[in-house]
Each structure stands twice: as C-alpha cells, then as structure tokens.
C-alpha cells in the first residue's frame, strides 16, 4: 500500500490434515532431510503399531489400525507434520506464508497487474493440487477463502471477474473480508471487522461470567477475567496497530468492561483507580508492551523470522563511525512516505523502542525487559510508589 500496490492473498484450507500424513511418506522425508538411521528407525516405532476405536456411551467399536496421521496431542506431532508438509513449498512461486496446516499464498503487484497476479497464483494452485494428489494431503476448495487487499482508491475499480481463482476446477470467490488464523482482514486493512470480532467475543464470554459476578470471590474474578477476557483483547494486537481513535476507544471500553465485572461495578461507574489498583495499563499502553516484548524477541532471539529480522537495524550498523551513539541500542527508524507506514509495526515498533530509557533498552533477557517496560508505563501514570 506505501508502494501503491494491491495484494492478492489465498488461504488455503487443507482437510483433516494432521490426521491425513501417511507413515511412509513422513519416514521417506525424514531420510529425505538426512535425518539419522537411527532417528528414523525410532520415529517409525512412534508412528507406527496405533490403534483407535470409538465409545459411543457404554458401547465400543472394534479397535481399528493407524496407517496415516501424527498422534494428536504429542509434543513431536506438529514438528513432524511441518517437516512433512514443508515439501508442499518447493515449487511455490508467488510468496507464501505456512504455519502448520495453514497455507496463506500472496502476490503484491501494480493494480493495472492485477490479471497477472491471479494467472501466478493459479500456477501455484495447480502445483499445490498435484502435491495434495501426491502425498496424500487434501485441499478442500469451498473453505479456500480469497481477497485483495489495497487502499479503497486503488481496488474500487478492479475487475474480480475479469481472471478467477481456480482450484481443482472449483473458483475461488473474492471476499471484502477474510480470516487468517483468527484474525479479520478486510480489504482496505481498516481493521472494523477485527474490533467488531473482538467485541462479539468479549460480550459473549462475559454473558457466562455475568451471572456469578456477585458470588464469586475477587481473586477469583480477576484471574478469570486475566485467562479468559484479556486473551482475547490481547490476540495478534501487534498485527493491527493502524487503528483509529474510535476503535481504539472501543478497545478501552472493553477492557473497562473486565475491570467492571472484577470490582462489580455498574456501567457508568469511573474504572480508572480500579485499574490502578490491578495495576493494569490502559490499552494503548498495554498494546505498546507488546509491541515492545516482540520487537525485543525479534532483535535477540537467534531463531527469529528473517523476514521480521529483517526491517529493523540498529543505528550503530548503518555506519563505521564511532559515536557515543553506537553503544545505546537505537534503532534506524525504517523511510516511509505514508500514513500506512507510518502506523505499520515496523515503523511504530522503532519509535516506541527508541523511545525508552537506554537501561531498559539494554535489559539483558525478555522477561527482565518486559519488567522493566511496563514498569515504565505505570510510573508515568503515576501507579507506582
């Protein structure tokens, strides 16, 4: 979008697929990948040799032979299933993100290309339906979700059915939104459906919490409203931080809701010296803290993502000059031209950054660091003696 371009992106459902990985495909892989003789020998005796059967009542079935699938549950499975169907990339052109058994293709191009675009991620569809033929994983085309994502300017005037999205001769529809591992996107990235989601969410846990709010003990309240309302607030908020103040606002609301149901508090009632006594930041501040945990993450740890690892640079390596500078872990704050950049969690992520004191910048683990951030925050509300 900085860039004037539009993005075409595909979610790719695969069916019943940790349960579908046939044993001696996942052992020729692991060969495949010069796993040991040894290694594979012992992961053979893991897979194989399973039985199931089903209990129905007091009745059960006949126990029945597994040929196919990681044991659910196991702590080996999901490493075993990415091994596995890590393959299905190989002959991607158009790029791609795979977590799991999900599979999110993208083509960013100019909208005038958009034809184009479309005519790559057939391709690439195709080489996905040939993978699934081979190795057993199947896609189910109907749950395959599809949309392009832009500025209103650039999309209002792009023809959808000027090139389909064809699956296994099944089209793939465009939507205004879609979801991605739990998060709502919509097309001009205004994140309105997301908060919407969010809200539903919050409301409907809280319609079970409701009725109990007089009973139950504070602890109890708070270390419910902690496991099962925060979460909610806090998921993937680090991926949508272009958020109007209105949204923002509507977060707020939402968090006050929690402090409300803790304390017992009627609607109307004023949250913020109960807020303080949990000690909890308000959600600018909160989403800020996390912001900062993922960046620290991102710039420390050894196994981050090269492509997160990738946007940001430390001050003291863009030159071989030796400042007193090069010692304070400031970062280059990423060139951006427009007001989605500039809300981006790149550019947002280096200004809350080299925005703290240097000590904290210099925490030397996460959780310390983390401490200390949110430390900071408090005491410039004034909630820490």
Request: proline residues 5%; contains cysteine; positive net charge.
């Amino acid at each position: 979008m900085e860039n004037r371009m539009i993005t075409v992106l595909v979610l790719i459902d695969f069916s019943n697929a940790f349960n579908a990985v046939d044993h001696d495909l996942l052992l020729a892989v692991l060969v495949k990948s010069q796993i040991s003789p040894a290694a594979v020998s012992w992961f053979s005796s893991y897979l194989r040799g399973r039985q199931q059967a089903i209990r129905s009542c007091s009745v059960l079935s006949d126990w029945s032979d597994l040929s196919a699938g990681v044991p659910q549950g196991g702590i080996l499975s999901p490493l075993l299933f990415s091994i596995f169907i890590d393959l299905v990339s190989s002959s991607l052109l158009c790029s791609y993100h795979l977590y799991a058994d999900d599979l999110q293709l993208y083509c960013q191009v100019k909208p005038e290309d958009l034809v184009s675009a479309i005519n790559q991620l057939n391709g690439d569809l195709n080489s996905i339906l040939d993978w699934s033929n081979r190795f057993g994983i199947l896609v189910n085309p109907v749950k395959c979700q599809a949309i392009i994502v832009g500025s209103s300017q650039l999309i209002s005037n792009h023809d959808l059915n000027s090139a389909p999205l064809v699956f296994d001769g099944c089209n793939i529809p465009f939507s205004s939104t879609v979801k991605d591992l739990g998060v709502t996107i919509d097309e001009n990235l205004s994140w309105v459906p997301q908060v919407n989601s969010v809200s539903r969410r919050i409301f409907a846990s809280l319609h079970s919490l409701l009725p109990l709010k007089n009973f139950l003990p504070f602890q109890t309240k708070r270390s419910l409203a902690m496991s099962l309302l925060l979460p909610i607030l806090d998921y993937a908020d680090v991926c949508y931080l272009d958020l109007t103040e209105a949204l923002l606002n509507k977060l707020e609301r939402l968090q006050n809701t929690c402090i409300r149901f803790i304390f017992g508090l009627r609607k109307y009632d004023h949250v913020s010296g109960y807020r303080a006594k949990l000690k909890w930041l308000p959600i600018r501040d909160r989403r800020n803290l996390r912001i900062l945990c993922l960046l620290f993450s991102i710039l420390h740890e050894p196994n981050s993502p090269s492509y997160l690892k990738s946007m940001f640079n430390f001050l003291s390596d863009t030159h071989n000059r030796h400042l007193r500078s090069s010692h304070n872990l400031l970062l280059s704050l990423p060139l951006h031209r427009s007001g989605f950049m500039l809300n981006s969690f790149s550019v947002t992520a280096v200004r809350l950054w080299n925005d703290l004191p240097e000590s904290i910048r210099k925490a030397p683990s996460r959780p310390l660091f983390k401490s200390m951030v949110r430390a900071h925050y408090l005491s410039k509300l004034g909630q820490i003696n």
